[in-house]
């Protein structure tokens, strides 16, 4: 990761040309890609190396959460102290500052290195393991050269039966990672004053969602979650997390088309002109402005995050805990594939409803964004009903790796 925001410096140094060089294009992309390789393979192992920290199931939770918790840390500050120096045309600095937090981390695992439990396992790697099991089961079987253990087929199916609630992963990410560009293009039409000079970008309000999982994560686990094992005599389980946090992203979209409708109710009535994202613009006058305050959006990039905390979570630390102890950075992996495809998923979305309506337009004022946040919340009503039947079906079927 280190060396990949180095790379990035290097694309970035100011230049007196007026066009990039091939070598300053061919660092940015090595830089780029690097960043995604670096990421793939040290999440899935950071979460299952340092959950294998601990003996209690309950501890493990908290470490899921607060896990989650501390990558919206690191997105907070990227948003306001590195964001604020690249403004500044900095950015190699930004990139800069980027690379050590990177170094700091790896020297934090260096030294982590002296002090944690090895929770490694001896065996095959788990692709092969689930590879030999299915050529066993498809061709050897009848041959009479099957070979594959009892154990080794168990633990196969462990893993089959986590997809089904990754399909609701994929489902739920492709719809929340709207908020990315939709609710920003929503609050770029609205009153964004804070007193009488400063003017907060529309792009700054995500830090409400990553502020809600930051304090959200933390209070889940240290309040909330010994609140309702006193009374329960025992923890919510991580299906339960999962479907309340189905419910908060339901609520975010219901409150997002909400707001819109009274958005664009009151942008009619003023008639007011709004094209592309000019609105924002320091030069504009108020007339341009839909007169509703950009902090009505507040609550939808709260439930939002909230959704993070309890889903997110939930589906982590599902796939830890029903995974084979041999498998479960591989079940980390997939809960992140999920999430990446997801975030494919909602370019199709997309593209699918700009091509058959209006909804979506250059000029939010004369489109109808919340027709498209009903259809969202639709998706989401769909996927919480294919939850309730596939955490049915779970209770059946599925036991926790520590219990069997």
């Not at 959006?297 to 909230?306: H, S």
């Amino acid at each position: 990761m280190a060396f990949a925001l180095l790379a990035s410096i290097i694309a970035n140094e100011q230049s007196t040309q007026t066009s990039p060089s091939s070598y300053q294009f061919v660092a940015f992309y090595v830089a780029l890609y690097a960043m995604g390789i670096g990421s793939a393979s040290s999440t899935p192992n950071i979460v299952s190396l340092g959950a294998g920290q601990f003996d209690s199931s309950s501890h493990k939770s908290v470490f899921v959460t607060l896990y989650i918790a501390s990558t919206n840390v690191g997105l907070l500050l990227a948003t306001t102290c590195v964001s604020y120096v690249q403004n500044q045309g900095r950015w190699a600095i930004g990139f800069g500052m980027s690379a050590v937090a990177g170094l700091l981390s790896l020297l934090l695992v260096l030294f982590a290195i002296l002090t944690i439990r090895d929770s490694r396992t001896n065996g095959v790697n788990p692709l092969v393991r689930i590879f030999h099991v299915v050529i066993n089961i498809v061709f050897c079987e009848r041959f009479g050269l099957y070979d594959s253990t009892l154990e080794e087929v168990k633990e196969v199916k462990s893993v089959v039966r986590l997809l089904p609630f990754w399909v609701c992963g994929v489902l739920v990410c492709s719809v929340t990672a709207q908020k990315s560009t939709f609710f920003v293009l929503q609050g770029a039409t609205m009153d964004n004053k804070i007193g009488p000079e400063f003017k907060l970008p529309s792009s700054s309000m995500g830090l409400f969602s990553f502020i809600s999982v930051v304090v959200g994560a933390p209070c889940y686990s240290w309040l909330i979650a010994p609140f309702i094992r006193k009374m329960r005599k025992k923890d919510l389980s991580p299906i339960e997390r999962m479907g309340i946090g189905l419910l908060m992203a339901i609520s975010s979209f219901l409150v997002a088309a909400i707001v819109e409708s009274q958005r664009l109710r009151i942008a009619h009535m003023r008639s007011v002109k709004y094209v592309g994202l000019k609105v924002v613009d320091d030069d504009d006058d108020d007339d341009d402005v839909v007169p509703m305050s950009i902090f009505w959006l507040v609550p939808q990039y709260v439930l939002e995050g909230l959704t993070n905390v309890f889903f997110g979570c939930g589906n982590l630390d599902f796939n830890y805990t029903y995974a084979p102890v041999s498998m479960r950075s591989l079940a980390t992996a997939i809960f992140l594939s999920g999430m990446a495809l997801g975030n494919f998923g909602s370019t199709f979305i997309v593209q699918v409803v700009t091509s058959l309506t209006s909804w979506i337009s250059d000029d939010l004022n004369f489109g109808h964004l919340d027709c498209f946040y009903w259809l969202l919340d639709g998706i989401l009503l769909l996927t919480f009903a294919l939850f309730l039947m596939f955490s049915k079906w779970h209770h059946t079927s599925l036991t926790p790796m520590e219990l069997r």
